[in-house]
C-alpha cells in the first residue's frame, strides 16, 4: 500500500475509534441514568441519578431546542465570543505593547518588576466580582476579568521574544542601515511575534475562561449565564447542555487558532516550540 | 596618496565585566596599528581569543576602542560604520524572511522600493547560484546556501569595505573551498577593501593579499606581516600546491605556532 493511502487509512481509523468511544460514554451515561435501566447501586433509587448527573437524552433534548426549535442560544453564544475576542485583543495589544517597552528599556523593567511579580501572583478570578461593581454586569466586566488574565501571558512572551533577539541577527540589520524604527518592524517585532504564537492557545483558551467565569459570578447574557440560571433550578440537563456546548465552541476556538498559529509559524523549524506559561489564573 | 580603506592608529580595547560583584577588566587588544588599504584583502590570523573579532567590531562601529582612533577612508569612524559590509560567523539571517526578503532588506532599509529591491535581489540569488530559492526560508536551506544568501545580502548594498569574521568556519571542507572561490570571484568583480578573520592560516593566505598574525590575547597586538605576492585569478585548492604558497605557508606558521602555543599554555595556567 502506498504511504498517503496508508496514512489515510490509519486516520480514518483513528477517526473512528475516536467517534465510537464518545457514543460509548454517552451510550454508558445513558444507561446508568434513565429510570428502570439499571437498579439503583449508589442512590436510594433510581431516578437519583438523572438528578444529579443529567440525561443525555434530555440534554440532546435541549441543545437542539437551543440551536433548532426556540434558536434562542445564538445571542448568548455570540455575547460569549464577544466578549472572547475582545479580551484576548486588548490583552494582546496591551501586553504586547508594555512588554515592548519593558523589554527595551532595562531600568524601567527593573522598576516595574516586583509590581509586576505581585500583579500575576494574585489570583485574578477573585477580581470578577470587583470587576462587576466597577463595570456592571455587562460585558465590560467579563472583558476586563479576560483582559488581566491573557495580559500576562503576553507580556511574558513579548518581554523575552524582544530580550533574547539573536544578537547576530540585531547586529546584521543595524550593518545593513535599519533604522530604529525599521529594526522594530523587522527584527523586535517579528522575534516577539513568534513567540506570541506559540502561546496562542493559552491565551485565547484565558480569555475565554474570562469570559464564562466572568459571566457565572454575574452577567444577564451568555452562555455562562444560563448556565447559571440553569443552576437556580437544579436543572441539571441544562447545565450539562450549557458545558456541552461551550466544550464545543472551545474547540472551535482553538482550531482556528490552530490555523492562524500554522500560517504564522511557516518559518520556524520546529512546530511548537516549547514555552515556559508565566501567567496564570 | 589615497586613504586607506580602514586605519587603525594605537587602539585599545578594555572589556568590563562584573561577576558576582567582582569588577573586573579585560584588555583583548592594546597598541594595534593596521590599515587596509582601498581594494587589498587583509586577512588577520591569530590564536583562538587573541581579539580579532575586536578588530573588527571596531571597524565596523559596533564597539568602540578605549584608546586609539579609528578612521574610515581619512575620516574618524563615529557610530555604525556606514560604508562597510558584515559577513558574521554565525547565522545572521532573519529566520522569519525568505532567502529573497532577507537579500532585499538592506535595500529596503535604505529606502528603495520594494519591487526593485526584489528585482535586484532576484539577480543576485541567481549570482550566488540560488535561483529557485528565493522564496525559502532559512532553515529549509543548508549551512552553505546560508552562507550564500548572506553573501548576497552583504555584497547587494555594494559596501566599499567588506568586513567579515571567520564566516565559513561553520561549513565543511568541500562547501568551505567552494564558498572561498565565489567570494574570489565576486570581490574580483569590483575590488573593495576586505578584512578578513580567520583561524585557517591556508585560507588566508590563499585569499588574501597581506596577512597580518596576532600574537597571543590578552592585550595582543600584530607581530608579523606578510605581503602574498601569489599571482591572481586564484582558485584556493589548487593555489595550495604551489611551491610559492608553501614557502608562504611556513614563513607565516613559523611566527603564528609560538602564539598559538602561547595562547594554550596561558589557557591551560588559569
Redesign the interface.
Known amino acids: 500500500m502506498n504511504p498517503l493511502k496508508h496514512a489515510k487509512r490509519m486516520a480514518f481509523r483513528l477517526r473512528t475509534w475516536q467517534i465510537g468511544l464518545l457514543v460509548m460514554i454517552f451510550v454508558f451515561w445513558h444507561v446508568m441514568t434513565k429510570p428502570g435501566l439499571v437498579p439503583a447501586v449508589v442512590f436510594d433509587n433510581d431516578a437519583q441519578a438523572a438528578f444529579f448527573f443529567g440525561e443525555p437524552l434530555e440534554i440532546f433534548t435541549r441543545i437542539w431546542e437551543w440551536f433548532v426549535t426556540n434558536a434562542d442560544i445564538y445571542v448568548h453564544l455570540w455575547t460569549t465570543l464577544v466578549e472572547t475576542v475582545l479580551a484576548f485583543v486588548i490583552g494582546t495589544i496591551t501586553g504586547g505593547a508594555v512588554g515592548m517597552w519593558l523589554a527595551l528599556s532595562p531600568f524601567a523593567a527593573a522598576v516595574a518588576d516586583p509590581f509586576i511579580k505581585g500583579l500575576n501572583s494574585m489570583p485574578r478570578v477573585i477580581l470578577a466580582p470587583i470587576f462587576a461593581v466597577w463595570f456592571g454586569l455587562g460585558i465590560a466586566s467579563k472583558v476586563a476579568l479576560g483582559v488581566t488574565l491573557v495580559f500576562f501571558i503576553v507580556f511574558f512572551n513579548v518581554y523575552q521574544g524582544v530580550r533574547e533577539v539573536n544578537p547576530n541577527v540585531l547586529a546584521s540589520a543595524r550593518m545593513l542601515g535599519a533604522s530604529k524604527g525599521q529594526l522594530m518592524q523587522y527584527v523586535y517585532t517579528p522575534s516577539a511575534m513568534s513567540w506570541v504564537f506559540s502561546s496562542l492557545h493559552t491565551s485565547v483558551g484565558m480569555a475565554f475562561v474570562g469570559a464564562v467565569v466572568g459571566e457565572y459570578l454575574g452577567s444577564s447574557k451568555g452562555v455562562g449565564y444560563l448556565i447559571l440560571q440553569a443552576e437556580g433550578v437544579f436543572d441539571i440537563n441544562t447545565v450539562m447542555a450549557g458545558i456541552l456546548v461551550l466544550t464545543a465552541f472551545a474547540l472551535v476556538l482553538d482550531w482556528g487558532v490552530g490555523l492562524i498559529e500554522r500560517r504564522a509559524m511557516r518559518w520556524q523549524p520546529r512546530a511548537g516550540s516549547s514555552v515556559t506559561l508565566k501567567g496564570g489564573i | 596618496m589615497t586613504r586607506p580603506a580602514i586605519e587603525l592608529t594605537d587602539v585599545s580595547c578594555t572589556f568590563l565585566s562584573e561577576d558576582g560583584g567582582v569588577h573586573s577588566h579585560y584588555t583583548a587588544v592594546r597598541g594595534v596599528n593596521l590599515t587596509v588599504g582601498t581594494g587589498e584583502f587583509v586577512s588577520v590570523v591569530g590564536p583562538t581569543g587573541c581579539g580579532k573579532s575586536t578588530l573588527l567590531n571596531m571597524s ?1 562601529g ?1 564597539l568602540e576602542p578605549s584608546q586609539g582612533a579609528v578612521r574610515i577612508f581619512g575620516e574618524p569612524l563615529v557610530g ?3 560604508r ?3 559577513m ?1 560567523q ?9 532567502a529573497i526578503d532577507n537579500v532585499s ?2 535595500l529596503v ?2 529606502g528603495m522600493n520594494k519591487s526593485e529591491a526584489r528585482d535586484r535581489a532576484a539577480e543576485w540569488l541567481r549570482r550566488v547560484g540560488l535561483s529557485g530559492f528565493e522564496n525559502s ?3 529549509h536551506l543548508s549551512g552553505g546556501m546560508r552562507k550564500r544568501v548572506a553573501m548576497a ?1 552583504t555584497l547587494i ?1 555594494d559596501p566599499d569595505i567588506i568586513l567579515m569574521d571567520e564566516p565559513f568556519s561553520a561549513l565543511d571542507i568541500q562547501t568551505r573551498q567552494l564558498m572561498e572561490n565565489e567570494l574570489l570571484a565576486l570581490w574580483a568583480a569590483k575590488r573593495k577593501a576586505v578584512l578578513f578573520i580567520t583561524h585557517d592560516l591556508d585560507e588566508a593566505i590563499a585569499m588574501s593579499d597581506r596577512v597580518v598574525v596576532m600574537s597571543a590575547g590578552p592585550e595582543s597586538h600584530p607581530i608579523g606581516q606578510f605581503l602574498i605576492d601569489l599571482p591572481r585569478p586564484r582558485d584556493v585548492a589548487e593555489v595550495r600546491v604551489t611551491p610559492r604558497f608553501i614557502e608562504l605557508h611556513t614563513a607565516i606558521w613559523s611566527v603564528l605556532r609560538e602564539e598559538v602555543l602561547k595562547g594554550y599554555q596561558r589557557n591551560r595556567g588559569n
Do not use: E, I, V
Open positions: 565596523a559596533l555604525l560604520n556606514r562597510a559590509g558584515y558574521f554565525a547565522d545572521s539571517l532573519m529566520p522569519w524572511m525568505s532588506a538592506g532599509f535604505n526560508y532559512p532553515h545580502q548594498m
